[in-house]
């Protein structure tokens, strides 16, 4: 599919939020450009030696040897911790999913259409599509075991939750069913993780959009025609500029009356 040049709809960030946004959107018909300033990282990729911290930590948005996959940050009495790369925080999350309890919902808080009962099918779409599913009962687990045993001389009972891996079988060429290595949350080196690169992202490809990663986040600006972003536009693989009918540009620039924005932001406004 060639690449064009204006879009219906731009959803920066490929986590959880931009990935699913951006496949509705496009199983909806709309045109969809994903930006993700991180790499795509495969089976195998993701950093393990924590001496290269250029690999492992996110520390600068301009140079490219400090764009590793964690972006850890300290802000007024909270610190977070979120991924660069294709996926998004999926990537390094412990892959549980455990839905709430109905009760949780009465906070004033939440939006008043926010209720266990109208979100259930929302739930059970999202549990499909990451094929989620419990830890096998026959599985040998002797952390599982002892929490049980510690469990049980409380008087509580415990359940094994649903996660996004696969155990039964491989999920997909060039990956492993699960290894029990409890890496989830560095990266999964065997691709038994069934993170939204390999599974929502996927699902883009078969509408005929796709994700592409750029080198820094987009900067925003309004113009006449509504919103403009402007990104680095240097393919992380190839190494190339993008080019759209025919002109080459050293930077980008998209204009879009529809922006989704799916990642974090520093200035801690919306655009609007």
Request: hydrophobic share 30%; with cysteine; aromatic share 10%.
């Amino acid at each position: 599919m060639a690449k064009a040049s204006r879009y219906d709809v731009v959803v920066v960030g490929s986590g959880f939020g931009g990935s699913i946004s951006a496949l509705r959107l496009a199983q909806a018909g709309k045109s969809v450009l994903v930006l993700e300033r991180g790499k795509r990282y495969r089976p195998g990729d993701f950093p393990r030696d924590v001496t290269r911290t250029d690999e492992v930590l996110w520390r600068h948005a301009t140079r490219r040897k400090a764009q590793g996959l964690y972006d850890v940050r300290f802000l007024s009495g909270i610190g977070t911790v979120t991924a660069s790369g294709v996926g998004g925080g999926s990537l390094i999350y412990a892959n549980v999913h455990v839905r709430p309890d109905a009760n949780v919902f009465e906070d004033p808080r939440w939006p008043r259409t926010y209720r266990r009962d109208s979100l259930e099918p929302y739930f059970d779409k999202v549990a499909r599509e990451l094929r989620l599913n419990p830890v096998p009962p026959s599985m040998p687990l002797r952390k599982r075991d002892l929490f049980q045993r510690a469990a049980r001389g409380m008087g509580r009972e415990t359940f094994d939750p649903p996660v996004a891996v696969a155990f039964s079988e491989p999920p997909g060429p060039g990956r492993r069913v699960c290894q029990l290595c409890a890496e989830c949350e560095f990266g999964c080196q065997h691709g038994a993780k069934n993170t939204m690169d390999l599974t929502y992202r996927r699902g883009r490809r078969r509408w005929g959009r796709w994700s592409w990663p750029v080198r820094s986040s987009p900067t925003w600006s309004r113009c006449g025609m509504g919103t403009a972003s402007t990104a680095r536009t240097w393919c992380r693989e190839s190494g190339t500029p993008w080019r759209a009918r025919g002109w080459c540009w050293p930077r980008g620039r998209w204009a879009r009356w529809r922006y989704c924005c799916a990642a974090g932001t520093s200035r801690g406004r919306c655009l609007g």
